[in-house]
């Protein structure tokens, strides 16, 4: 039966080096059975790889949604379009091969927050179109996944919390982000527990600790053949000072969003060597067993259930590294150094923009006195 493997995170497990690989070698894949399809519509600031994310916003495609807050009419007629083509591309993909592959890594939270979550619409048009449906999920220490999920938050300039306040908030706001027994539990009750394959986000587990060959692997795809691999770090993290500083940059009041976020490139001015020869953590070790306490029941549970390996889900070993301290003794050092990497930016651009200047002032003197240019381009020559 074809079958579609739909890969939903969770969030901040390799999920855009999967896709940027999956998209880097698709006509090996579709020579070999295996379709990644990418959609003939984008989105604002969601690569293209992320195929899977017309799924997102069923909720507001549809009419008589529960969401609080309605999309606007236009809005909401494109994002019906979007999702018929999109499902119109995933039918065309298995005209081809007997595989298709959907990656969106936010479908693990939209199970909960989407008012109308792709639960309800995807295995209908699987019935009626006779294919069937596997998700594909890795699952992340707890610990390692929140700290991770407010890493990539203030990376992305949409938060200036700090690790405290925003594990606080999200306790409030968002509680099954990692309940992985809950979540599971909801997929499996939608598509069958038979249907559901769980990785660890772990590299000593993975097939030769390479996450890419450990998907292919899960999808049932020969991970010996002659993949390409991406040729950069997809999504690196921040760390230590780096993210400090783009946090402080966050919680400015004068920069608009877009700023802030341009802003953020200039991180790479404290050297990705640097920031990684100094290891710490933004958990202590306390913090770090206090969580892994609070979700070790539940975790045994979906080892016991979904893997069948008799080991548990996850390592207990919670590394002694130091913790960050913001008044570290190169605080200062980067500080300057993405201090004088905006300055010089900003110097050489200024100096750009005075040479067009001169160049457009030149043309203009040009135009406005043609005798006298042609005058002195006669005497100039002779």
């Given at each position: 039966m074809k079958t579609l493997y739909l890969h939903i995170g969770t969030p901040k497990t390799g999920t855009s080096s999967i896709q940027a690989f999956l998209r880097k070698n698709q006509k090996l894949l579709s020579s070999h059975g295996y379709s990644f399809p990418l959609m003939p519509f984008t989105y604002p600031g969601v690569p293209i790889q992320r195929n899977g994310h017309f799924l997102?916003?069923?909720?507001?495609?549809?009419?008589?949604?529960?969401?609080?807050?309605?999309?606007?009419?236009?809005?909401?007629?494109?994002?019906?379009?979007?999702?018929?083509?999109?499902?119109?591309?995933?039918?065309?993909?298995?005209?081809?091969?007997?595989?298709?592959?959907?990656?969106?890594?936010?479908?693990?939270?939209?199970?909960?927050?989407?008012?109308?979550?792709?639960l309800?619409?995807?295995?209908?048009?699987?019935?009626?179109?006779?294919?069937?449906?596997?998700?594909?999920?890795?699952?992340?220490?707890?610990?390692?996944?929140?700290?991770?999920?407010?890493?990539?938050?203030?990376?992305a300039t949409k938060s200036g919390e700090t690790l405290p306040e925003y594990l606080d908030n999200l306790a409030v706001r968002k509680p099954l982000y990692a309940d992985y027994e809950?979540?599971?539990?909801?997929?499996?009750?939608?598509?069958?527990?038979?249907?559901?394959?769980?990785?660890?986000?772990?590299?000593?587990?993975?097939?030769?600790?390479?996450?890419?060959?450990d998907f292919l692997d899960a999808i049932g795809m020969d991970y010996s053949l002659p993949f390409q691999p991406p040729k950069h770090t997809v999504n690196p993290s921040l760390n230590g000072n780096a993210l400090e500083i783009q946090r402080l940059i966050n919680c400015s009041e004068l920069l608009s969003n877009t700023e802030k976020l341009s802003l953020s490139t200039y991180m790479k001015a404290i050297p990705e060597s640097t920031q990684t020869d100094r290891a710490f953590q933004h958990l202590s070790v306390e913090e770090s067993a206090a969580l892994l306490a609070h979700f070790r029941d539940g975790n045994n549970r979906v080892a016991e259930t979904y893997l069948h390996d008799g080991q548990p889900l996850f390592s207990d070993e919670i590394k002694e590294t130091p913790m960050w301290q913001q008044e570290n003794e190169e605080m200062l050092a980067?500080?300057?150094?993405?201090?004088?990497?905006?300055?010089?930016?900003?110097?050489?651009?200024?100096?750009?923009?005075?040479?067009?200047?001169?160049?457009?002032?030149?043309?203009r003197e040009k135009v406005k006195h043609p005798a006298r240019t042609v005058k002195n381009k006669i005497f100039k020559n002779k």
């Open positions: 997102m916003v069923i909720s507001s495609c549809l009419e008589n949604t529960s969401s609080e807050v309605p999309a606007p009419p236009q809005t909401n007629a494109l994002w019906k379009e979007h999702y018929a083509e999109g499902l119109t591309t995933l039918h065309h993909a298995f005209e081809s091969c007997d595989n298709v592959i959907l990656s969106e890594e936010r479908l693990w939270n939209a199970i909960y927050y989407d008012p109308m979550s792709f309800e619409f995807l295995p209908k048009d699987a019935a009626e179109h006779h294919y069937c449906i596997k998700i594909v999920v890795y699952l992340r220490r707890q610990d390692l996944f929140l700290t991770s999920l407010w890493n990539q938050r203030v990376k809950k979540t599971l539990q909801t997929l499996s009750d939608t598509f069958g527990m038979e249907n559901i394959i769980v990785r660890r986000f772990e590299p000593a587990s993975w097939v030769d600790h390479s996450i890419t060959k980067d500080t300057m150094r993405v201090f004088l990497t905006v300055t010089h930016d900003l110097y050489a651009r200024n100096q750009e923009l005075t040479k067009e200047i001169k160049k457009l002032n030149a043309f």
